[in-house]
């Protein structure tokens, strides 16, 4: 071992710093639309680079690294708002979420997202309980599918259905009110 050959600890440090700075952003805004807290989700997302530091050596090279920590993110903040609740259960049961659907609720959702409302609409999401908010972020942020979100979520598929599309009337009327309000 000749005094000129550089330790390969080096190396993964400043390369990890360069991914750090490449996508600490993603993994903020992740941590803050699930979170809905700043000094939360600022919080989480050193966390997240903590546990992605450490657990460099299992990281396989052959899948993207934005990929495999914003996945780390998204399971880190599910778990904070899984301890976070103060319900034994945080996304309850299907049956519950089933009798608290509105029937008669317009479809202007797609239309407010097209009209380029996307401030009103994160704050929108922002609003919501985490039961629905983690849900439709994982979906819509993430594009995880309802079998992803139900495996991340530990929920059956038909749960994360319902749990989404009451979000998304969630949403609809909370985006219809603020329309309704704002001046011509």
């Known amino acids: 071992m000749g005094a000129d050959k550089p330790r390969a600890g080096f190396f993964v440090r400043i390369d990890f710093e ?6 600490y952003r993603s993994v903020f805004g992740l941590c803050l639309r699930l979170l809905s807290r700043t000094a939360s989700a600022e919080d989480a997302a050193q966390e997240v680079f903590v546990r992605a530091y450490q657990s460099l050596d299992r990281y396989d090279t052959s899948q993207s690294f934005a990929a495999w920590v914003l996945r780390i993110a998204r399971n880190h903040c599910i778990d904070l708002l899984r301890r976070r609740a103060k319900q034994p259960s945080l996304f309850g049961d299907a ?16 239309t407010l997202i097209d009209a380029q409302r996307g ?8 609003a919501l309980a985490d ?3 983690i ?5 819509y942020y993430n594009e995880l599918s309802y079998d992803e979100i139900a495996a991340e979520l530990g929920i059956t598929r038909s749960h994360v259905g319902v749990l989404l599309l009451r979000a998304r009337q969630l949403l609809r009327h909370a985006l219809t009110t603020t329309v309704e309000e704002s001046p011509p």
């Open 18 to 23: 360069a991914l750090y700075r490449t996508h």
């Open 95 to 110: 049956d519950s979420e089933i009798s608290a659907l509105d029937t008669h609720t317009p479809t202007a959702l797609d």
């Open 119 to 126: 401030g009103e609409v994160r704050n929108a999401i922002a």
């Open 131 to 133: 039961k629905y908010r």
């Open 135 to 139: 849900p439709i972020t994982l979906a």
